[in-house]
């Protein structure tokens, strides 16, 4: 499996952006998907991921701004970012865990400027 996310750049704090995540092939919605994000010496760590739809389960840090959800007839996941802040500054990557192996997108940056 392929995934190819985009939607990062630069915005400023308390802006918004939405992240896509296209995977190359129809992955089922039991298969947890989801986002991962590495700050610059920092180690990577959870963002948000969803299975079957409605299980969703959000870091700490964006819980109540960010919003994960599936389209699964494009086979795209979707972070929605929400009051963003300096500190969300970060690579955001998409995983998928299909057939119990996991799989990571190339990373898209997001920038939020003070």
């Known amino acids: 499996v392929q995934l190819q996310a985009s939607g990062g750049g630069l915005v400023q704090t308390g802006g918004s952006l939405r992240l896509s995540c296209v995977a190359s092939r129809t992955i089922h919605s039991s298969v947890v998907m989801g986002w991962y994000c590495q700050a610059p010496g920092k180690e990577r760590e959870l963002v948000a991921t969803?299975?079957?739809?409605?299980?969703?389960n959000y870091g700490d840090s964006v819980s109540g701004r960010f919003t994960i959800f599936r389209d699964n007839a494009k086979n795209t996941v979707y972070l929605q970012m929400n009051s963003l802040k300096p500190e969300d500054t970060a690579v955001y990557y998409c995983?998928?865990?299909?057939?119990?192996?996991?799989?990571w997108g190339q990373g898209t940056l997001v920038t939020v400027s003070s």
């Open positions: 995983y998928a865990k299909p057939d119990g192996v996991a799989y």
């Open positions: 969803l299975r079957s739809g409605r299980d969703a």
